[in-house]
């Protein structure tokens, strides 16, 4: 029998278009792009902070931000 798994730090597709959409807006504000290694430590930092528990758009832009 298959045991049922709960994984509470799983990203659904919701919580990737969230992150992608804050993650686009920090990019341009700050005219980056993808590839590089300043855009790279600003989607680990939202990803830490979407599994962390922040949910709403303005938290995790200021926070990916540090303001």
Known sequence: ?????DYT???LPTGIDLLD???T?????????RDC??????????F????SGHRETKM?????LGD
């Open 48 to 51: 830490s902070l979407y599994q």
């Open 25 to 33: 807006e920090i990019l341009a504000e700050k005219g980056l792009c």
């Open 1 to 5: 029998m298959l045991k049922s798994h």
């Open 60 to 64: 995790l832009r200021d926070l990916a």
């Open 21 to 23: 959409d804050v993650f």
């Open 9 to 11: 730090d799983a990203v």
């Open 37 to 46: 290694e300043a855009a790279e430590l600003i989607a680990r930092r939202l």
